[in-house]
């Protein structure tokens, strides 16, 4: 994986109307649902956003280790990644954990160490990203 990963384009669209307490997401032909538990405010529809932020590193990392894995030939039978947000919306910090099954030398098990800091999400989670915001406000007839 280079680490000069070009992005594409990244798109998704979440809709909320009145009738309902949760998101929709529309991802190109995908739909996913976004909520937040009953003891915030939601109905438990679906992950909370920081679950889908923490799935979308967690995807991430393990795609991209099996795929390095099966370039290279390496024996590895099973890639769990678990992941834990913890600190304040200031002061952030993942904790991320990887459990690979498999016959791997420490050379190896240190090189997909090194990849997991490299993963485009990852990249992007540390880099400094802006957010350009853009509020559109539509008069009910």
């Not at 679950?51 to 590895?76: K, N």
């Amino acid at each position: 994986m280079r680490q000069d990963h070009a992005l594409g384009a990244q798109s998704a669209a979440t809709t909320h109307e009145s009738r309902q307490a949760f998101e929709e997401i529309q991802c190109g032909r995908h739909t996913l649902v976004a909520d937040e538990p009953v003891d915030r405010g939601g109905l438990d529809a679906g992950p909370s956003p920081f679950v889908l932020l923490l799935s979308s590193l967690g995807a991430c990392t393990a795609i991209a280790l099996r795929m390095y894995c099966e370039r290279r030939s390496w024996p590895i039978e099973r890639l769990m990644v678990t992941l834990q947000l913890l600190g304040s919306p200031r002061c952030t910090q993942i904790v991320r954990v990887i459990h690979i099954l498999g016959s791997l030398t420490d050379a190896q098990r240190m090189r997909l160490a090194a990849l997991c800091e490299r993963t485009p999400v990852t990249q992007v989670l540390k880099g400094s990203t802006r957010i350009k915001t853009q509020l559109f406000v539509q008069r009910l007839a």
